[in-house]
């Protein structure tokens, strides 16, 4: 079996830190958030993964081969020569399909980590005789997000894009996961853009044609800006993620440290901290519900809370930092006090 990661945009949400890495590949307790997606695919023993890239593409380049080997699946790129989309990248990763393909495969958004029974939806989706099938969730706010409507027997009624606030009349969005059938690169128009969301699922409802939509009650996030992906992050800390991680129980709170990384005496923890690889924390620090990317230097007396701290950064002594978000190769001089309040 094989599945579409669609990782093409340039995650302008999660700026800073997608000014240096693409969205899939931000650290989410010191693993890259595309491992967590392969990890979910080879669980359910998918052969290939074909990834949808764009911006940054040489980072991808680089970088895909080795996660997908970490966790044990193949993995191919599909490069786009300029942004065409969630439609358009799936329609570029077509040609890895061979015309007499006539299996359904999966396709993921690129910012999506979930445990979503991937064996039921394609189950669902062949029960069914669906030409496409939608992953749905359900939210609590919805307006930031697809809506989608059904009926009794899970067939998707309507489909609205980022509903105004007079058109949220469920709470089941779409989870950003699907399965379709070959026949579905057909349906996009070539050589433009094209949204999936907005463009070639409505066009199928149009056209009557079988959509099913399967409610998933487990873990999902969509990591689509600053303060969600410091939500996954905390997630990871606490194991809603799939993946056990080596947390230890430090002072007031949780610590996550990466390989290499050195506390010096009179680090205080309060709350889930997560420090990347190859860091340093100096004497009599604070740090409290943060995030410290890997390769960066925290000097004597710093005070850092609610903050995630870029990679690659210098923080000199005696800093407070407060519900920020410092890019990666930041020099933060001593005594400033930052506050994203």
């Not at 899970?154 to 026949?183: H, L, M, Q, R, W």
């Not at 990591?223 to 947390?247: I, S, W």
């Amino acid at each position: 079996m094989r599945a579409v990661l669609l990782s093409g945009g340039e995650g302008t949400r999660v700026r800073p830190f997608t000014l240096t890495t693409p969205k899939p590949f931000l650290s989410i307790a010191n693993l890259p958030l595309i491992y967590y997606q392969f990890l979910l695919l080879k669980k359910y023993n998918f052969s290939e993964v074909i990834v949808g890239v764009g911006y940054k593409a040489d980072y991808f380049r680089r970088a895909v081969g080795p996660a997908a080997r970490k966790a044990g699946i193949k993995a191919v790129i599909s490069s786009e020569n300029s942004p065409l989309g969630t439609g358009g990248g799936l329609k570029n990763a077509g040609r890895f399909f061979g015309k007499k393909d006539k299996e359904p495969f999966i396709v993921f958004n690129g910012d999506v980590i979930t445990d979503l029974n991937l064996e039921r939806i394609l189950a669902v989706h062949r029960e069914k005789e669906a030409y496409a099938t939608i992953g749905i969730v359900r939210v609590n706010d919805p307006s930031p997000y697809g809506l989608v409507v059904m009926d009794g027997e899970s067939g998707i009624k309507k489909f609205i894009e980022k509903p105004k606030k007079d058109e949220i009349i469920t709470d089941t969005i779409n989870a950003g996961i699907y399965v379709f059938s070959p026949g579905v690169f057909g349906d996009i128009p070539p050589g433009r853009p094209v949204s999936l969301e907005k463009e070639v699922i409505p066009s199928m409802l149009e056209k009557g044609m079988s959509m099913r939509g399967y409610v998933h009650y487990g873990y999902w996030i969509d990591v689509g800006n600053v303060d969600l992906y410091r939500r996954a992050n905390f997630d990871a800390v606490d194991g809603k993620t799939g993946l056990v991680h080596e947390v230890s129980e430090m002072n007031e709170g949780k610590l996550l440290a990466g390989q290499k990384s050195v506390l010096k005496e009179g680090v205080r923890i309060k709350g889930k901290v997560i420090i990347g690889d190859n860091c340093f924390v100096g004497r009599d620090c604070f740090l409290e519900d943060s995030i410290i990317l890997g390769n960066t230097i925290i000097r004597d007396r710093c005070v850092i809370s609610g903050s995630t701290i870029g990679a690659d950064v210098l923080v000199e002594n005696d800093c407070v930092i407060s519900c920020a978000a410092i890019a990666d190769k930041s020099l933060v001089r001593p005594f400033t006090r930052i506050s994203g309040r």
